[in-house]
């Protein structure tokens, strides 16, 4: 059985206890979904993760290596002051390597994980149909549209082994143009699907060059929406979706804080995931789950 641990969107909630747990943990592999920082930097939480003894992969997201103005003109769609502000991205994504230690900054990278290959999907991404931080992407990797991107994944596809997972920081598009669906575009109603069209298109190439995708691990999209949650999982035949923003990550209880995390196993044909809470005591204590063919589990406090 392999067992890994998915870990969303931290936003700054992460402490020695989640260290001293992860490190403890039988775990081969722990994969990180981005966003350290509340907003902007991230560096303080890097060097906390960097203590991890264990293989881990981190693929950064729209918080990382970016500044607040940078977020805010790309999200505003302004050009130009995106493209003058995304100069010295590259440094700040390299100070944020350097706190990680250990832990590897994946992006349009492939790696090996068992009888796995893990596929990293295009770093940065903030969702939709559009190439965020497209300036940065064309100077660091030559990737200067979605079609780009698309052919780099599936570049990596052809050298990946039979069984496949994909990383990336927010999920695929063709999963529901809900506000409440997995990546749906709660903010925005009528943006509908807000999922990564890039990662679709890499996805469904796998899946016809004969790979078995067993799961795509991302975040992004927070759970918690308007009226309730989006559900954390969707398979989509045998291929396991999952979205692990649970934020904050980071609840209180009677038992004092509770952490949490996706469990990700996978035996045979069989793929299963748990919702995991770890207290201060660092004992376990299990959510729901998804074994096999299911509509989605839905997020809950």
């Known amino acids: 059985m392999t067992r890994i641990a998915v ?4 936003h700054g909630f992460w402490d020695e206890r989640d260290t001293d747990y992860f490190n403890d943990a039988d775990y081969e592999q722990i994969l990180f979904l981005g966003d350290l920082p509340r907003l902007a930097g991230g560096e303080e939480v890097a060097r906390e993760i960097s203590q991890l003894r264990r293989p881990a992969l981190l693929i950064p997201g729209n918080h990382d290596g970016s500044t607040v103005l940078q977020l805010y003109a790309e999200m ?5 002051a995106a493209r003058r502000l995304s100069r010295g991205q590259e440094e700040r994504v390299r100070a944020l ?26 770093p940065h991404s903030m969702g939709g149909d559009r190439l965020y931080f497209a300036d940065y992407l064309d100077r660091q990797f030559g ?11 599936r570049n990596l596809v052809d050298r990946a082994a039979e069984q496949v997972l994909f990383l990336a920081h927010n ?7 809900e506000p409440d669906s997995i990546w749906g575009c709660d903010f925005d109603p009528a943006r509908g699907d807000f999922g990564d069209h890039d990662l679709r298109q890499a996805i469904d190439y ?15 999209m927070h759970h918690r929406v308007s009226g309730g949650y989006r559900p954390w999982c969707r398979f989509e035949g045998e291929t396991l979706h999952l979205n692990a923003a649970r934020v904050p990550r980071v609840k209180h209880a009677e038992e004092g804080k ?13 793929t299963r995931a748990t919702e995991i809470w770890v207290g201060d005591d660092l004992n376990e204590i299990p959510g729901s789950t998804a074994t096999g063919a299911c509509e989605g589990a839905a997020a809950e406090w």
């Not at 870990?7 to 931290?10: A, E, K, N, R």
């Not at 505003?76 to 130009?80: K, L, N, P, Q, Y």
């Not at 796998?206 to 992004?220: M, N, Y």
């Not at 509770?258 to 069989?270: F, K, P, S």
Request: glycine fraction near 12%; charge should be neutral.
């Open 171 to 177: 999920g695929p598009s063709g999963l529901g143009d």
């Open 258 to 270: 509770l952490r949490h995390h996706l469990r990700l196993e996978i035996y045979g044909n069989e």
């Open 7 to 10: 870990i969303g969107d931290l």
């Open 143 to 153: 990737i200067d549209s979605l079609a780009a991107s698309a052919e780099r994944l």
């Open 97 to 122: 390597e350097v706190a990680l230690g250990p832990v590897l900054l994946a992006g349009y990278s492939l790696h090996d994980c068992g009888e796995f290959s893990i596929i990293a999907a295009r």
């Open 76 to 80: 505003c769609h302004r050009e130009r």
């Open 206 to 220: 796998a899946w016809r060059t004969g790979r078995r995708v067993r799961a795509v691990l991302a975040g992004h």
